[in-house]
């Protein structure tokens, strides 16, 4: 009976835990200015996105716009990201595309209430923890191959075609054949001209709202010399009703409905909380709920069908500009919501202007955005299996559809990460070393300088087990890793503890490494996490001769006579 009680109690703990507490909004009273003003320039920057990603989908423009507004709201308010914009993406229009074309409208919409219903049991039933096991280059190849889709699809709207609703790749070629039996070289040129203008913006100025500029600009010229380019066409003033027969199907389809709910799902929790991540990694205060964060999607992506909506998640590209205009709290993604709002009601009838080709160049030029080669090469140049497992995703992603990437190259990072387990397994004995420091020295080492031993395999599975710790230390100067024990590394474990050092550093604690192995130093050298801590002479064969470095460092700091002090002015004050 204790046992039950107990269980049941964690549940309902649990339970409540996923919904809004009053401390979530503690930042709206303190940031209200910039937050206010952080939402404004993410609005301005998502309303030709938005619009863009409605029409990729097939389901129009009008369903992305509602989207970013009733999903942008539900999310901010029931979310786990201080600082997530939701909306919809580039990664549920590729998905939405063959489903749009082949269950209307109305078929999108019942997919799209149960994937929020799958995503709340998720978060209920506590699976958002798992989402940090997928590995770096698993999310990298996905991201990459997401990219490469999306401008692929952009090539009927740019070429001035209508969409096509073959394969992704035979719809391509389609389209480049016809242009090229007839070709009209207008589209093509309000599209390159936007995709430049967008890409060029954001190297020079990101604070400009380029995209928007681009939109109006490409809208302007397209109207008074009359080019035939297509344009988005009337969007209703209000929201409109759901469509008549909206739940009416033929029992033979839901299989179908249900295996692309599970698609949705499965994509909305992966994408919402790498964006979440990313958001937390660009702050130094800021840490995601998981299961909270999938709650908030799932409501989101519930409700937002009964309003003409599409499926919904985070918006990585819409979260980083939110974060990089000083973002503090959730007022800032509501804020964004309630702008598109006025946006829709007040500039409808010119946005019904606005060429398919100005919109087919935003996306092309935020898919080339997508594709972080920086860290592609990175990962290229790490491990030949990280590499591998970078490849074969993008490339599943192109050809196959994006479920089943993400499938291949987990399995295919599981199997590499099990060998390097399998051929790294040895028996030795360990000589015994020698003291680090002398008892006199082990006041000062206790309070302020501390060493960590990381033994066993820090790939992509056990990084965060080994690591997370690491961010909770406190009242210390100067952080010893001991890496004489760690027999396998891999991209994404090189990647937490280039994460953790930079933080470390960025409070202030000095990082000092020791016992490094030469095939573990590739993969952080990649990321450039070495060649600074080299520099600096922070990289060690040994640990005494890092402590002992570490003890020079506080020395020279003047930590030690602070703390001589302190520990004379303590012991007067304890003397009777």
């Given at each position: 009976?204790?046992?039950?009680?107990?269980?049941?109690?964690?549940?309902?703990?649990?339970?409540?835990?996923?919904?809004?507490?009053?401390?979530?909004?503690?930042?709206?009273?303190?940031?209200?200015?910039?937050?206010?003003?952080?939402?404004?320039?993410?609005?301005?920057?998502?309303?030709?996105?938005?619009?863009?990603?409605?029409?990729?989908?097939?389901?129009?423009?009008?369903?992305?716009?509602?989207?970013?507004?009733?999903?942008?709201?539900?999310?901010?308010?029931?979310?786990?990201?201080?600082?997530?914009?939701?909306?919809?993406?580039?990664?549920?229009?590729?998905?939405?595309?063959?489903?749009?074309?082949?269950?209307?409208?109305?078929?999108?919409?019942?997919?799209?209430?149960?994937?929020?219903?799958?995503?709340?049991?998720?978060?209920?039933?506590?699976?958002?923890?798992?989402?940090?096991?997928?590995?770096?280059?698993?999310?990298?190849?996905?991201?990459?191959?997401?990219?490469?889709?999306?401008?692929?699809?952009?090539?009927?709207?740019?070429?001035?075609?209508?969409?096509?609703?073959?394969?992704?790749?035979?719809?391509?070629?389609?389209?480049?054949?016809?242009?090229?039996?007839?070709?009209?070289?207008?589209?093509?040129?309000?599209?390159?001209?936007?995709?430049?203008?967008?890409?060029?913006?954001?190297?020079?100025?990101s604070q400009i709202p380029t995209p928007l500029l681009a939109v109006v600009a490409a809208t302007a010229v397209t109207w008074f010399a009359?080019?035939?380019?297509?344009?988005?066409?009337?969007?209703?003033?209000?929201?409109?009703?759901?469509?008549?027969?909206?739940?009416?199907?033929?029992?033979?389809?839901?299989?179908?409905?249900?295996?692309?709910?599970?698609?949705?799902?499965?994509?909305?929790?992966?994408?919402?909380?790498?964006?979440?991540?990313?958001?937390?990694?660009?702050?130094?205060?800021?840490?995601?709920?998981?299961?909270?964060?999938?709650?908030?999607?799932?409501?989101?992506?519930?409700?937002?069908?009964?309003?003409?909506?599409?499926?919904?998640?985070?918006?990585?590209?819409?979260?980083?500009?939110?974060?990089?205009?000083?973002?503090?709290?959730?007022?800032?993604?509501?804020?964004?919501?309630?702008?598109?709002?006025?946006?829709?009601?007040?500039?409808?009838?010119?946005?019904?202007?606005?060429?398919?080709?100005?919109?087919?160049?935003?996306?092309?030029?935020?898919?080339?955005?997508?594709?972080?080669?920086?860290?592609?090469?990175?990962?290229?140049?790490?491990?030949?299996?990280?590499?591998?497992?970078?490849?074969?995703?993008?490339?599943?992603?192109?050809?196959?559809?994006?479920?089943?990437?993400?499938?291949?190259?987990?399995?295919?990072?599981?199997?590499?990460?099990?060998?390097?387990?399998?051929?790294?397994?040895?028996?030795?004995?360990?000589?015994?070393?020698?003291?680090?420091?002398?008892?006199?020295?082990?006041?000062?080492?206790?309070?302020?300088?501390?060493?960590?031993?990381?033994?066993?395999?820090?790939?992509?599975?056990?990084?965060?087990?080994?690591?997370?710790?690491?961010?909770?230390?406190?009242?210390?100067?100067?952080?010893?890793?001991?890496?004489?024990?760690?027999?396998?590394?891999?991209?994404?474990?090189?990647?937490?503890?280039?994460?953790?050092?930079?933080?470390?550093?960025?409070?202030?604690?000095?990082?000092?490494?020791?016992?490094?192995?030469?095939?573990?130093?590739?993969?952080?050298?990649?990321?450039?996490?070495?060649?600074?801590?080299?520099?600096?002479?922070?990289?060690?064969?040994?640990?005494?001769?890092?402590?002992?470095?570490?003890?020079?460092?506080?020395?020279?700091?003047?930590?030690?006579?602070?703390?001589?002090?302190?520990?004379?002015?303590?012991?007067?004050?304890e003397r009777p």
């Open positions: 009976m204790t046992i039950t009680r107990e269980t049941t109690a964690t549940k309902r703990r649990r339970f409540r835990q996923l919904f809004p507490e009053r401390s979530d909004f503690a930042h709206a009273g303190r940031h209200w200015h910039t937050d206010l003003l952080a939402g404004l320039t993410v609005a301005v920057v998502a309303l030709p996105l938005a619009l863009g990603f409605g029409i990729a989908s097939g389901l129009g423009a009008f369903a992305g716009l509602i989207t970013s507004i009733i999903a942008g709201v539900l999310a901010a308010l029931l979310g786990g990201s201080n600082l997530q914009v939701t909306g919809p993406t580039g990664t549920m229009a590729v998905v939405l595309v063959p489903l749009a074309a082949t269950h209307s409208h109305a078929g999108v919409m019942l997919v799209g209430i149960m994937a929020g219903l799958m995503l709340i049991a998720l978060a209920v039933a506590g699976a958002g923890r798992y989402a940090r096991y997928v590995p770096v280059p698993v999310v990298e190849g996905f991201t990459a191959g997401v990219g490469v889709v999306i401008a692929i699809q952009q090539l009927p709207p740019a070429l001035g075609l209508p969409a096509q609703n073959a394969h992704l790749l035979t719809g391509a070629w389609d389209s480049v054949a016809a242009f090229a039996a007839e070709p009209d070289w207008g589209p093509p040129a309000v599209a390159f001209a936007v995709a430049a203008a967008v890409l060029l913006g954001s190297r020079l100025h009359h080019l035939e380019v297509g344009v988005i066409g009337s969007l209703p003033r209000t929201i409109p009703a759901p469509e008549a027969g909206f739940f009416d199907f033929a029992f033979a389809e839901m299989p179908d409905l249900v295996a692309a709910a599970i698609a949705i799902c499965a994509l909305c929790a992966l994408e919402s909380l790498l964006s979440a991540t990313v958001a937390d990694n660009m702050t130094v205060d800021q840490h995601h709920n998981p299961d909270r964060e999938l709650f908030g999607q799932g409501v989101g992506n519930l409700v937002t069908p009964f309003f003409g909506g599409m499926p919904s998640s985070g918006a990585l590209a819409r979260t980083a500009v939110n974060v990089r205009s000083g973002a503090a709290g959730r007022l800032a993604s509501l804020t964004h919501a309630l702008v598109l709002a006025l946006m829709m009601l007040a500039l409808a009838p010119l946005v019904a202007h606005v060429p398919l080709a100005a919109l087919a160049g935003v996306l092309i030029a935020t898919s080339i955005r997508m594709i972080e080669v920086g860290s592609m090469l990175a990962l290229a140049r790490s491990t030949r299996s990280d590499a591998a497992v970078m490849w074969l995703t993008l490339a599943a992603t192109v050809v196959l559809d994006l479920v089943w990437a993400v499938a291949v190259g987990v399995a295919l990072a599981g199997l590499l990460a099990l060998g390097r387990i399998s051929r790294s397994v040895s028996v030795e004995e360990e000589p015994i070393e020698p003291a680090d420091h002398h008892d006199e020295e082990a006041a000062l080492l206790h309070e302020h300088i501390v060493a960590y031993r990381l033994e066993g395999p820090l790939f992509f599975a056990a990084a965060h087990r080994f690591l997370l710790q690491l961010l909770d230390v406190a009242d210390v100067r100067v952080v010893v890793l001991r890496m004489s024990r760690v027999y396998t590394m891999d991209a994404s474990g090189a990647t937490v503890l280039a994460d953790a050092v930079r933080r470390l550093e960025h409070r202030g604690i000095a990082v000092y490494l020791s016992g490094l192995e030469p095939v573990h130093a590739k993969p952080l050298e990649a990321l450039g996490i070495l060649e600074p801590l080299w520099q600096q002479g922070r990289l060690f064969e040994h640990t005494s001769e890092a402590i002992a470095a570490a003890r020079r460092r506080l020395k020279s700091d003047g930590l030690l006579e602070q703390l001589e002090a302190e520990a004379a002015a303590q012991a007067e004050a």
